[in-house]
């Protein structure tokens, strides 16, 4: 087991060219899962590839268990990485595949078969060591990809995307499978995604990049809940936060906060019929418990079994134009149709602000609805 470090860890592939790694600095914890998350070409991959001794950095530090590796070659760096496209030998036997990895690193042809036996029962695939790959399923290819990634009992695990290849349903399982795996042994694992939903699903704390910067690094729930900006608060979730765009603040909140009224407050009702949407601003957060009444005319609503979600707009608001969302859960039995107007809320404490130049986080302040 071992931290893994970055220090201000920089790739440009071409000189004058915007890097594809810029200034990263991070730090793992002892036998952590830690999720790289980004879009397709934020630079998840070529960030494993250069703490995987694959990719020189132009600058920066790369520290395995407290030391400096820039300098080390790949297998020097007790790291087993798994990539998106993993090749099995389709010549070879499952046994060979695991313990080819052993064959290069000249281990004692005797220890074979007891490293390979273990890395095997690891993965529940010990009955499987005499077919080929062609004989396996999507799954069980899988699971040699990682036991032959653990049979040198590496100190870190890297995943670039290794699920990618699956379909839907086995994917949800492989990831299942492949956390409870990880908890078991402890390595410490970096594992890369752009799906939001698998990188919340597994990661101990997430990572979130974009363009080659870190965004934000936190547990699934603090970027969720407290997103440090607006990239961060628009790629997790979906459909993503809404946010209504003002001159000096842009305020957000997520569609499931965003509810019918008689759901939110008792006295719904009433709280509807007084509505006056130019009398609400919003100042400091006191009272968690307080509403914000907004009349949201539906212009969609699609229905995904254990929930709908409802597209509009905020009628008689001065973000009347701007397309927002709305998740209900079907266990709220009323009816919503499409070309309706019906009373909604959203908590005030659920608002999240940002600025309109940096896009950063700030507190709540003053802000006109109307
Ligand atoms: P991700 O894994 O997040 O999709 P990558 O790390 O693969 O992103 O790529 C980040 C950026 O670096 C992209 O703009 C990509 O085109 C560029 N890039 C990656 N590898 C190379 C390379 N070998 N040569 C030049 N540019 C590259
Ligand atoms: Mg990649």
Known sequence: MAIVETRSLTKVFKEGQPGAVNNVSLQTRE?????????????????????AGLEQPTAGEILIGGAVVNH?????????????????????????????????????????????????????????????????????????????????????FLLDEPLSNLDAKL??????????????????????????????????????????????????????????????????????MNLLEAEDVIVGFRPERFLPSELLTPGGEQAAKNFQPQSVLVADVKDPLKRIPLRFRVEIVEYLGAERILY?????????????????????????????????????SELRFFDPATEKRIAPKAFQWQ
């Open 171 to 240: 994917r949800a399982a492989a990831r299942e499978e492949l956390e409870e795996f990880q908890k078991r042994i402890g390595t410490t694992t970096i594992y890369v995604t752009h799906d939001q939903v698998e990188a919340m699903a597994m990661g101990d704390r997430v990572v979130v990049l974009h363009q080659g910067i870190v965004r934000q690094i936190g547990t699934p729930k603090e970027v969720y809940d407290d997103p440090a900006d607006t990239f961060v608060a628009t790629f997790l979730g979906s459909p993503p």
């Open 72 to 156: 080390l070659p790949p297998r020097e760096r007790r790291i087993a990485m798994v990539f998106q496209s993993y090749a099995l030998y389709p010549h070879l036997t499952v046994f060979q595949n695991i313990a080819f990895p052993l064959k290069a690193q000249k281990v004692k042809k005797e220890l074979h078969q007891q490293k390979v036996d273990w890395a095997a029962s690891l993965l529940g695939i010990g009955k499987l060591l005499n077919r080929k790959p062609r004989e396996l399923s999507g799954g069980e290819r899988q699971r040699v990809a990682l036991a032959r990634a653990i049979v040198r009992e590496p100190t870190v």
């Open 31 to 51: 036998g952590e899962f830690l999720v790289f998350l980004g879009p397709s070409g934020s630079g998840k991959t070529t960030l494993l590839r250069m703490i």
């Open 312 to 348: 509009g707009y905020l009628a008689g608001t001065r973000f009347e134009k701007k397309l927002v969302y709305s998740r209900i859960p079907s266990s709220v039995l009323a009816n919503y149709a499409a070309n309706s107007i019906y009373d909604f809320a959203v908590p005030e």
